[in-house]
């Protein structure tokens, strides 16, 4: 009874709020069938911040959805109303800016269970081993993906290097890991959708059926639809990785050697490496960091001791790996040895380890656990990723990692390139306009340190040097995971690819009532009749 109470309260906001029209009773039936619209505190305040910690924003009310019906129904009684109100769909909660958050609308929560009591979601993975893919809710993350099809011996190719995140959340971004210059982001890799629009219609669309909206929905930042299936294509799965890591003190060698490891995505398996990702180390206490847990803590590596000094205190670590099974054991060791011999690292810092395939992939959950037992994981991360043009990488490297960054950081840069050609141009994601790109990521966490080169401020200015440096440089950069506080903002991050996003915009959502924590569009009181967005 109190439970319901509460719902009508939120409802009568919600009714007082943004003019909804609709029999509240509507709203109420979302739980008759699995579903739960909830104004529980905790569900609440949850759904009011994110990983980065940076932006709150309190909804009225959160969802906890059992079909995609429920889904639409939500979205539905938005679009319906004299004013619209805002709905963000929500997986684990690890975005930056506050993307999946709302205020004076309603968050779905996509992803977890409530209370431990029940799993969110219509159904497990359900895996097809013949055609080899996979057909998962929106909101599993990829732990459980991975978890899922290795019991059949499959595995998804592509990967992000944290896997507590929803399918729905990287396919609305791009899915980005080592494996990405091989097999391209996560959303080179989807074979169909289903998607609730704008308009709360439930719509299955793929590269044969409502093409528009599946190409506008990869990478597209929520604002077409919310995934609410997808259909993720897999791969036998290897059953271990040689992990190996190399050091560099030269730039130019450690991308040229990158480049080269890239350019043999089109070779037999047996003569490329299966990820190749890389990153900078400006400082001795990053490189025995958690990122960095790989190298041995009773043998740590010091800066000084690999010319790292006469480069002004950087050094540079790739890192790659041969996936391998009982199969291809006696075989890896020679594959590995004879493409290392084409590197040009420095020889005496090869690092290797080898492990299970889901204990490297689940690597950086690991290292979670870890930060979380000494509370420094829910902290503020002011993360920076960048995708820069492979012409313009060695004057980042001056500016910004010899430059702006100095000799300290709070927390793991990555580096490394990917190949254009991986990315399907008719997907939103914007990339820079080169054959190769790098990501480089500042994954920055503020700390109570009393040091000044930690807090949210000083790390907060310096990404905005570092955007400053790249405008004044003519580096034409794109933000990853982009967070812009105006909308000519937006216009010069997609370029030529504004009218396409907002055509698709008008189409899909043209009340702007999904994913307004992107920020990208305005809203305007008008009614259902007529957009309500305003340039």
Not at 131 to 148: A, F, K, N, P, T
Request: contains cysteine; glycine residues 8%; aromatic residues 10%.
């Amino acid at each position: 009874m109190a439970t319901k109470l509460l719902l009508t309260f939120a409802i009568c906001r919600l009714i007082v709020t943004v003019g909804l029209t609709l029999d509240p009773t509507d709203l109420l039936r979302l739980g008759d069938d699995g579903g739960q619209l909830s104004v529980d505190p905790s569900d609440v305040d949850s759904a009011s911040s994110d990983f980065g910690m940076l932006n709150r924003a309190e909804p009225l009310a959160v969802l906890h959805p059992s079909t995609a019906e429920d889904v639409a129904r939500l979205v539905k009684a938005a679009y319906a109303t004299a004013r619209g109100f805002a709905v963000s769909a929500r997986g684990h909660g690890h975005s930056i800016n506050g993307q999946a958050q709302t205020n004076n609308g309603v968050v779905i929560q996509m992803s977890g269970s409530r209370g431990g009591r029940r799993r969110v979601g219509p159904s497990p993975p359900l895996i097809v081993e013949k055609e080899r893919y996979v057909d998962v809710w929106g909101g599993e993350l990829w732990i459980d993906v991975l978890r899922s099809t290795l019991k059949h011996g499959l595995a998804p190719k592509s990967w992000t290097d944290y896997l507590y995140l929803s399918v729905g959340g990287t396919l609305s971004n791009a899915g980005i890991s080592g494996q990405a210059f091989n097999h391209g982001p996560q959303i080179s890799n989807v074979h169909e959708l289903d998607v609730v629009t704008g308009k709360g219609d439930i719509l299955t669309c793929s590269e044969e059926e409502n093409t528009e909206l599946f190409h506008a929905v990869l990478g597209g930042l929520g604002q077409f639809g919310i995934i609410t299936r997808a259909r993720i294509s897999l791969e036998p799965a290897p059953q271990r990785v040689r992990w190996i890591r190399v050091l560099y003190s030269n730039f130019t060698a450690f991308t040229g050697d990158q480049e080269y490891l890239i350019s043999l995505h089109g070779q037999p398996s047996s003569q490329k490496f299966d990820y190749v990702e890389g990153f900078v180390i400006v400082d001795e206490g990053l490189i025995n960091n958690w990122r960095s847990s790989f190298f041995s803590p009773r043998n740590p590596v010091k800066i000084s001791s690999l010319n790292g000094s006469n480069n002004g205190g950087v050094l540079y670590c790739l890192e790659i790996t041969k996936n391998y099974d009982e199969s291809t054991a006696d075989t890896v060791d020679q594959e590995v040895e004879t493409l290392l011999k084409k590197l040009n690292f420095i020889q005496t810092s090869v690092f290797t380890t080898d492990l299970l395939y889901v204990d490297f992939l689940d690597r950086v959950h690991k290292a979670e656990l870890k930060l979380r037992s000494k509370g420094l994981w829910e902290v503020p991360h002011p993360w920076l990723n960048l995708f820069v043009p492979k012409s313009r990488m060695a004057d980042f490297d001056k500016g910004v990692f010899k430059g702006i960054l100095g000799n300290k950081t709070s927390g793991p840069i990555l580096i490394y390139p990917m190949n254009k050609n991986k990315w399907d141009p008719r997907s939103s994601v914007v990339t820079p306009d080169e054959d190769v790109f790098y990501l480089v990521a500042l994954l920055r966490s503020a700390l109570d340190t009393g040091e000044d080169i930690h807090t949210l401020e000083y790390l907060s200015n310096q990404n905005r040097q570092i955007l400053r440096f790249c405008v004044d440089a003519g580096i034409k950069v794109k933000q990853y995971l982009p967070h812009y506080t105006t909308q000519e903002e937006w216009m010069d991050h997609f370029g030529d690819k504004w009218g396409r996003f907002h055509h698709r915009k008008l189409e899909f959502d043209p009340r702007n009532i999904l994913a307004t924590g992107q920020r990208i569009f305005k809203r305007s009181l008008t009614s259902s009749s007529s957009s309500s967005m305003a340039l």
